[in-house]
């Protein structure tokens, strides 16, 4: 038996290796070909593997799920920046893109009170905190009509990371507040891709945001499933939004800055 389930595992994994390598190739001849087109029906493709969550699928899950998806749903949108006070990017900064690129993954905590993290010690957060897990293959029903929602799978994640490769100007070469910034290669790597998808240096250098923000990555909830906490990040800037239901519906309450790298 256990031999059988090592050559599953083998069969899977050399599975993985030869469709990332199919395409990584296809992303690398459009950018060696300098094609928009070979670079569209690239994209176009992984479009087509993003399928949402199905009405179906959606009626099937747990009530804190559904309550996840509807605050998500209700909260995401990367073309109405100006509703996240504080933004120091603009309310256009991702206009010029066709693709929105969204982590399949996210987190949810269940917690007592929606305290403020900087001032709580470790006691304190573990007693405030109820329960946490993450959503994995989390598809959220996005709908923009002049842009394409592609969910960053782990083979998809593999190959921009790879594509992109690693060359970046270090934190504060230019000046000591400055931010990493892609140089050589990667620069040309990265403007290769902007007028389809937007890539975001890491602060710090040495890796990349890959999704389009704002990046959720943090759902919090009270146990009544009627007030949330979204925990967010736009570029290199922090920020939470509150959310209440009644009558059925998710409302913002506010949205706010709270930190910045």
Known sequence: MKKVLLLIILFLSIQMYYAQNDL???LELAYKNDSSERLDWF???WHLKSSPISSEQFQKLSDTVIAVYEIYEKFYNP???D???GSEYGNHYYNPIDYIIISPTINVRFVDKFLNYLWMDSLSYKKNLLCEF???NFAPRLHFPYHKV???TSDYDSVITKFLKNE????GAEGIMNTAQPIGESKKRVEFLRPKIKIISGHWGGYWHLTTHPDIRMIELNSSLD???VRFRLVYQFGEAMFKKSNGEWSLVYSKITGQE
């Not at 970046?168 to 934190?171: A, E, I, L, M």
């Open 24 to 26: 990584s190739t296809e």
């Open 43 to 45: 994209l176009m493709n």
């Open 150 to 152: 592609l969910y960053l």
């Open 168 to 171: 970046q100007s270090p934190f």
């Open 79 to 81: 073309f109405e920046l």
């Open 227 to 229: 007030t949330a906490r």
């Open 134 to 136: 993450s959503i994995d």
């Open 83 to 85: 509703k996240i006070k």
